[in-house]
């Protein structure tokens, strides 16, 4: 496995949840430092959160306190991002990269997992 694969994306209700996951690599015991990075429409893909080979995480400001970014599974590197108080304005495709170095994408993209928040 080369790219991330994400799932878990869907539609919900503003103040509602959803729980994305990320399969960064069948190479076991990897522990990538992988990220969240979010695109919307007519907008430029911007950081969301990442998670550091070891245990530090970090989060771009819209969404402390609201996303929770998680390793899950470090045999099959899975990691999840955990979306609570869900906006209208969190509507964009989610995607995974297997290598975020401080808040910079330089791995991996996967395809992309659709989060819609209505209103």
């Known amino acids: 496995q080369v790219h991330p694969v994400e799932s878990g994306g869907g539609l919900v209700q503003t103040g509602g949840s959803l729980r994305l996951s990320c399969a960064a690599s069948k190479r076991a015991g990897a522990n990538l430092p992988v990220g969240w990075f979010r695109q919307a429409p007519g907008k430029e893909r911007e950081f969301v959160a990442a998670i550091s080979s070891g245990t530090a995480t970090a989060y771009a400001d819209f969404v402390k306190g609201r996303f929770i970014i998680s390793r899950d599974n470090v045999e099959e590197n899975t990691v999840s991002l955990q979306m609570n108080n869900l906006k209208p304005e969190d509507t964009a495709t989610y995607y995974c990269?297997?290598?975020?170095?401080?808040?910079?994408?330089?791995?991996?993209w996967g395809q992309g997992t659709q989060v819609t928040v209505s209103s």
């Open positions: 990269n297997s290598r975020v170095i401080f808040k910079r994408p330089l791995g991996e």
